[in-house]
């Protein structure tokens, strides 16, 4: 059964201090490993899409990285403005099932001044 | 150029109501995805249509529960007979394609009292 697992639930950082979050994942056939923020009563915002194993996309403070079994999204000296809810997310099986996606149940980050 | 756009963004319904929700995609999107968010929990897909088609329905319970994506206007996840366990977060996401990133909406929450 296709599985996307996150960890820590939830992150406390001071401003600046810098870490990292996990999205393990297990599916048949990946085509794409997606990353979304979501702020409260908001839907989530897309941050990243990564598609082969060994990729890298940045983004100001955030940088994410994708190997066959797992992604990390790191945080480099994160703002209070940082705080919210990352969602990990995959897209698996044939193309016929479109951009249907598999999420986890979220990493909550809490950066305060 | 607007978002996906939900409507309404609030939802209250006595049990053994109605509830219809609606979601208009982002311009020149034709795949249309509902979730749904319970507390404490992640996002779980339900239904995936293109226009006037039912593509992938495997996420939705099988009663009470329909989706439709009509040639004309938006698409429209009805709920009959609501009940208390039906309350959470119903979210509408957009793509343009089979592959590369949704875009989400704002999300309908849905109350049953």
């Known amino acids: 059964e296709d599985q996307v697992t996150q960890s820590p639930e939830a992150l406390r950082l001071q401003e600046g201090e810098s870490s990292s979050l996990n999205c393990s994942y297990t599916v048949s056939g990946l085509r794409g490993l997606f990353w979304y923020r979501q702020d409260p009563g908001k839907g989530p915002e897309f941050l990243f899409t990564l598609y082969s194993a060994g990729e890298e996309k940045e983004k100001e403070r955030l940088k994410a990285t994708l190997t066959k079994k797992e992604s990390f999204l790191h945080i480099t000296a994160p703002k209070p403005e940082d705080s919210a809810t990352y969602l990990c997310a995959v897209q698996a099986g044939p193309n016929q099932a479109g951009t249907a996606l598999i999420f986890g149940k979220g990493t909550t980050l809490s950066v305060s001044s | ?113």
């Open chain 2, 1 to 113: 150029n607007a978002g996906v756009m939900q409507n309404p963004r609030h939802l209250v319904r006595r049990r053994g109501q109605e509830a219809r929700l609606r979601c208009s995609p982002m311009k020149g999107h034709s795949h249309v995805y509902w979730y749904r968010q319970l507390p404490e929990e992640g996002l779980k897909f339900m239904v995936y249509l293109q226009k006037e088609n039912i593509i992938d329905e495997s996420g939705m319970p099988k009663e009470r529960f329909s989706a439709e994506f009509p040639k004309e206007g938006p698409s429209i996840l009805r709920i009959q007979q609501v009940v208390r366990g039906d309350s959470a977060a119903y979210f509408c996401a957009s793509s343009l394609g089979t592959t590369g990133r949704a875009f989400f909406g704002q999300g309908t929450r849905l109350t049953v009292v």
